[in-house]
């Protein structure tokens, strides 16, 4: 059974320990939402966005591979 959580009053969720504890999350972390569709998408904000994009689009720079 996946965790799941519910919305207070003041329209506030507790996230699951069990999720917490994977993605690493602390009190005061911040969180990116966007909706897709009908579903709401959540993420751990980075803490350093420099640290994040480390290495991303690598794959366009590589040349061909010599065999």
Known sequence: MEPTAKLS???QIVIPKK???K???????ELIMKVE?????M????K???EYM???G??????GKRK
């Open 58 to 63: 690598k794959e366009v720079w590589e040349t």
């Open 23 to 29: 993605l690493n999350l602390n009190s005061g972390d």
């Open 54 to 56: 480390l290495g991303l």
């Open 48 to 50: 350093s966005y420099t």
């Open 37 to 41: 569709d009908d579903k709401i998408i």
């Open 9 to 11: 009053s003041k329209y």
């Open 43 to 46: 993420r751990p904000k980075p």
């Open 19 to 21: 999720i917490r504890r």
